[in-house]
Every structure is written in structure tokens, then in C-alpha cells.
């Protein structure tokens, strides 16, 4: 596993929804192109999203709504929600040479230093929310305004 581009556009896809939500109708359209990219591939995220319960997708007037308070929404939800392939966060190498006591010994060295990092880095999205990142984007653009 490696953490995807959908990690990111996820969180994108929360922090404009809550930015954008109390002034205009939030659809796949207005997300595509804040993120920069295809709608296609946003309503695939907005899917996912959905699936978790993190948002709520309503057709014509209603556009897209957050399900809980950002504060409630860790980065470890979104991860969740999004990525596919997050049963390793390392993937080893193939075909260690077993004849090599290198190769026949890397696995019994190594695997329990990778699980121990990626149950760290799980703990560490579990750390941080959504609402921090709406937070320092309304810093930002206030910082904007002011320049």
C-alpha cells in the first residue's frame, strides 16, 4: 500500500464543501475544479466518501453535504473511506535470495519494523482532523485578503 492522490483529494473534497457550503450549491463540478481535476474521478472519491458515511450526496438543489463536525472526521476516516490497497504500508521485494543469509533472513529482521510503522502512522491519522485543515485554509485566505 501507499497512500494514494484520493488521500489528499478526499480531505480537498471535505475542506471545499465546508468552505464553499454556506455560500453556493457544492457539486462535483465546483469540486473538480477547485481539486484541478476530472469530475469522474470525483464522484468516484464522493463515493467512497458516502460509503463511510463522511458526506451526504443529494441531486438537483441539494448538492453535497458533511455528515459530522469536521472535528470528528480524522484523517484516518478519510484514509479509510478512500484507500483500496492499505493492507501494507511497505511492500517487500519478491524473491529474496534464499541461498543469501541476507536474503533468507530480511523478512524475520524486517517485517516486525514495518508493522510497528505503520500501526504508528495509522495512530498519527488518527491525530489530525478535518477541521484543522479548514482552519489554517481560512488563515490562508485571510492572509491573502490582507496582502
Known amino acids: ?20 457550503g454556506n455560500e453556493e450549491k457544492v457539486t462535483s ?12 474521478i470525483i464522484r468516484n472519491i464522493m463515493s ?9 450526496t443529494k441531486r438537483g438543489p ?9 472535528d ?21 521485494h ?4 534464499p541461498a543469501c543469509p541476507v536474503g533468507r533472513n530480511i523478512h524475520a529482521a524486517l517485517d516486525d519494523k514495518l508493522d510497528d510503522i505503520q500501526r504508528e502512522f495509522e495512530e498519527d491519522l488518527k491525530k489530525h482532523n ?8 481560512h488563515q490562508e485566505v485571510n492572509a491573502e485578503k490582507q496582502a
Not at 500500500?1 to 483529494?9: H, N, P, R, Y
Not at 441539494?62 to 469536521?70: A, C, D, E, H, V
Not at 478535518?130 to 485554509?137: F, G, R, S
Request: net charge negative.
Open 1 to 20: 500500500m501507499q497512500v494514494s492522490t484520493k488521500f489528499t483529494i478526499a480531505i480537498h473534497v471535505l475542506a471545499a464543501t465546508e468552505f464553499f
Open 29 to 40: 463540478k465546483l469540486l473538480a475544479s477547485s481539486i484541478g481535476s476530472n469530475p469522474v
Open 48 to 56: 467512497d466518501l458516502q460509503k463511510a458515511g463522511l458526506i451526504e
Open 62 to 70: 441539494g448538492g453535497i453535504s458533511i455528515t459530522r463536525p469536521l
Open 72 to 92: 470528528q472526521i480524522t484523517f484516518y476516516d478519510v484514509y479509510e473511506a478512500v484507500e483500496k490497497n492499505k493492507d501494507q504500508l511497505f511492500n517487500f
Open 94 to 97: 519478491e524473491n529474496p535470495n
Open 130 to 137: 478535518v477541521a484543522e485543515v479548514v482552519h489554517d485554509l
